[in-house]
């Protein structure tokens, strides 16, 4: 039997995104966002609130770097989620997170997370709080790729979000192959 929940986002995996912009005075600046994803071959599409801090250093900076969570720095990725960057100047600081230099656009990549896609604005849709950023570079630390020099998505074991549970999750275990295991069928 099925049980009627409502309108829910109830869509998983929703992945737990760490967006990067620099203040105006060039201190980083991070925040914490579930409903993004990619949207072409060289976009992403994030839903981010005018209000944040992070979107409008977005606006003003026309750059913003986006990185995958992990598990060894969930309380101090919680913390940039549950933190307004509004009323915390340098909440950065506070994290415990390392900020680098992009040398592809005006925003920081986070050392502690080894995955991050380094974005350019297209666009921002204030109605419907849409962000699209170009990817114009992705940076990957050698901890996260296998012997070939690709991603390894067990390796990097991204973060999920569940909006049912308010929990966070772990993607880590390979369970086919896509574009061939239904060719068995």
Known sequence: MRKNLGIKTYLYPQPTLVIATYNEDDIPNAMVAAWGSVSDTNQVAIYVAHSH??????LERKAFTVSMANEKNIKAIDYLGVTSGN?????FTKSGLT??????????????????????????????EL???????????DS?????????VEKLAPVCYDSAGHGYYVMERRIGNAFSDGKTL
Do not use: F, H, W
């Open 53 to 58: 801090k992070t979107m409008q250093n977005i």
């Open 87 to 91: 009323k915390v100047a340098d909440k």
């Open 99 to 128: 900020a680098i230099r992009s040398e592809n656009v005006d925003a920081p990549l986070i050392a502690d997370l080894p995955l991050a896609l380094e974005c350019k604005l297209v666009s921002y849709d204030e109605k419907t």
């Open 131 to 141: 962000l699209l950023g170009e990817i114009v570079n992705v940076t990957a630390d």
């Open 144 to 152: 996260v790729l296998d012997e070939n020099g690709k991603l390894s």
